[in-house]
């Protein structure tokens, strides 16, 4: 029957131009989980910084809570020894002078407190200046590296737009010939990732498969599908069946 050779010949046409869509919205997906992981690669880095700089800023706080600490001991201290001609009698000014004497101790463990936390801002400012350095180049260049693959995602979008009136063509072809045929092909390539006409395979040992599904099927199929009498299709897939001419013995 002539009709569906020509049904398959135009079908084949149209599976053509989907084959080379479907090809490029999955390049198109892996450019994008390149972005997602450039994205994240960047996060991190910022993170690293961000945790770093965290650190430094306790440390400064601390510092700060600690210099203050300091100053009230002083303000103590002087306000202490201010009031030591109005002590009467001898114990009262040994207990004065003991109270003093214990101030100073605790500004004393300050201050050493105090060299210990600058020793440690010292080296986390150090840590913390490579990481903002690390995280500016990378900020750089994953921009950079986004930007191309940004790029790359747009010519992808202006190659398949530029199959549109090509795909509509090949559309209105297999429709002259076959108006409810169409609509199965839609079905089919919509659920079976963007393949709705397989290819007959025939391996070294003779056993047929389906190319869109990959199982081994009966080995007449391969004569039926070749007769072009008929629309053959997978049992298990639902795949359009063809053969093409090269494959013929
Ligand atoms: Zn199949």
Do not use: P
């Not at 203050?68 to 009467?88: C, G, P, T």
């Not at 210990?116 to 900020?139: F, N, S, T």
């Not at 609509?183 to 190319?211: F, H, Q, T, W």
């Amino acid at each position: 029957m002539a009709e569906a050779a020509e049904v398959l010949g135009a079908l084949v046409k149209l599976q053509k131009i989907d084959t080379f869509i479907h090809n490029l919205n999955v390049e198109k997906e892996a450019i994008s989980k390149q972005i997602l992981l450039k994205n994240a690669e960047f996060e991190n880095a910022k993170l690293g910084f961000d945790e770093k700089k965290k650190a430094t800023d306790d440390l400064k706080k601390q510092k700060a809570g600690i210099e203050l600490e300091i100053k009230q001991k002083d303000v103590d201290i002087k306000a202490k020894e201010a009031n030591s001609h109005m002590v009467k009698t001898n114990d009262q000014f040994k207990l004065m002078q003991l109270e003093v004497e214990r101030d100073k101790q605790v500004k004393r463990k300050l201050e050493d407190d105090e060299i210990i936390i600058m020793e440690k801002e010292e080296v986390g400012i150090k840590v913390m200046k490579e990481a903002e350095k690390d995280y500016k180049e990378k900020e750089i260049l994953i921009k950079n590296q986004i930007k191309a693959l940004e790029t790359e995602i747009s010519l992808k979008d202006s190659a398949i737009a530029g199959e549109a009136a090509n795909r509509a063509a090949a559309i209105e072809g297999v429709k002259k010939i076959d108006k409810v045929i169409i609509d199965r092909y839609e079905k089919i390539l919509k659920n079976r990732n963007g393949l709705a006409v397989a290819e007959l395979i025939k391996n070294e040992k003779g056993s047929v498969s389906c190319g869109g599904c990959k199982l081994t099927v009966r080995a007449q199929a391969m004569i039926e599908v070749r007769k072009k009498d008929k629309i053959y299709s997978c049992d298990n897939c639902a795949r359009i069946w063809v053969v093409t001419e090269t494959e013929q013995e």
